[in-house]
């Protein structure tokens, strides 16, 4: 089946940790995205990748990087800079050209204790 | 810039009522698309539709019927005969101006609740 798959579902993290989010497509897309939902503020764009070792920011990068080595792959990490990274987040993919749909991942919800 | 602006936050119906989502969209391109993405209380958003703003023809689905008018720049989304497997969180999307960007911008999502 194809598809894209997120780990952990939840993670739970120590103020000024370092977290990974894991994002993985079998879909073959070139372009793929990472969105932090929270409550009331719809989804918002952190970073976004089109091919293989090229990754633009989005609107909120500040405190997080991400790296895109493989076309399947697209991880997250949430450095201990982000201010305030309790969230729900997405991972989505795309085929090439503006007007494509994008597909989503079942998501990662992040508390910070 | 582009804007989308989904003005219901939270919309309640009994079970078998229509229900129409609004969709109000600014953009400076002459040629785009839209989108409608549903998210279920599970969270992965699930594309419902992607309309190409050449086309005014309203879309009917199944239960599900948009109705796209650029005069007002309007994507409104309506259920028939809503069900409880409805309730979900429903968002607009319009993606960025400019050729190369794939980005896509949300509206904040309007929250219906089908009540049996």
């Known amino acids: 089946d194809g598809g894209i798959t997120q780990s952990p579902k939840y993670l739970f993290r120590k103020e000024g940790q370092n977290v990974t989010l894991s994002c993985e497509q079998n879909l073959n897309h070139d372009a793929m995205y990472w969105y932090r939902q929270d409550p009331g503020q719809g989804l918002r764009l952190i970073y976004y990748?089109?091919?293989?070792?090229?990754?633009q920011k989005g609107d909120i990068a500040e405190g997080y990087s991400v790296s895109r080595e493989k076309k399947e792959s697209f991880p997250l990490t949430v450095t201990s800079a982000q201010k305030n990274p309790t969230a729900f987040y997405l991972c989505a993919s795309s085929s090439s050209g503006r007007y494509n749909e994008q597909f989503f991942g079942p998501g990662t919800r992040l508390t910070v204790l | 810039a582009q804007k989308v602006t989904q003005a219901q936050t939270e919309i309640s119906v009994v079970e078998k009522e229509d229900v129409t989502l609004d969709c109000v969209y600014e953009t400076r391109d002459t040629t785009y698309y839209l989108f409608w993405y549903k998210q279920p209380p599970s969270g992965e958003l699930v594309f419902l539709i992607r309309?190409?703003?050449?086309?005014?023809q309203n879309e009917i689905s199944g239960r599900y019927s948009w109705n796209f008018q650029k005069s007002t720049s309007s994507f409104n989304f309506t259920i028939t005969a809503s069900q409880v497997v409805d309730s979900a969180v429903y968002f607009c999307?319009?993606?960025?101006?400019?050729?190369?960007?794939?980005?896509?911008?949300f509206g904040k999502g309007t929250k219906l609740s089908v009540i049996p």
């Open positions: 309309r190409n703003s050449f086309d005014e």
């Open positions: 999307a319009l993606p960025f101006s400019g050729a190369g960007s794939y980005q896509l911008t």
């Open positions: 990748s089109q091919i293989v070792n090229d990754f």
